[in-house]
């Protein structure tokens, strides 16, 4: 007899040592509702997901809903693993020195506006090598959460140094 894998949100919730009375009071809903969350006999809706999330310190739990649970997320939202920064960024770099490759090829392949069966392969090349980029940066943006949320990098110059951001690119 095999023991059930606990779900993502009762495995954050025994992380953190919390009760399931303590982490229902915190999130603003009832035990009972948690119990079924937890026990998947009741799916979270987005808001729970986010209230989750930002009361555990867990932004990773977003992405879990989205790509494991919202039919348009598992279409569209790449599943991204937790990693260390370290390994995010070498991870990112070696997709940003993979996109540089395909460069080329893609100009190629959609220079006359037609894709040939032949560039078919190219093109998801192409399409795998961005894929593995998107998944990259969704990593490190999670990772910049988490470390916003423990207090590893100051949230107000963070988004401070957001804001000058997007307003030099306007």
Known sequence: MTKKTINR???IRDDLGWSR???ADKLGMSDD???RIENDHQMPNPQD???MSDVYHAPELCNHYCNGTCEIGQKYVPKVDDQELPSIILGLLNSIYAVGDIEKMLVRITADNVIDDDEIPELVKSQYTL???SVMIEALQLC???KIDNGEITKDIYDKEWKKQ???DK
Do not use: D, H
Request: proline share 0%; net charge negative.
């Open 144 to 146: 910049i959460e988490r």
């Open 49 to 51: 997901v986010l209230i």
């Open 21 to 23: 009375e303590y982490a």
């Open 166 to 168: 997007l307003n030099a």
């Open 33 to 35: 509702k948690l119990e």
């Open 9 to 11: 949100y009762r495995q």
């Open 131 to 133: 894929e593995q980029l």
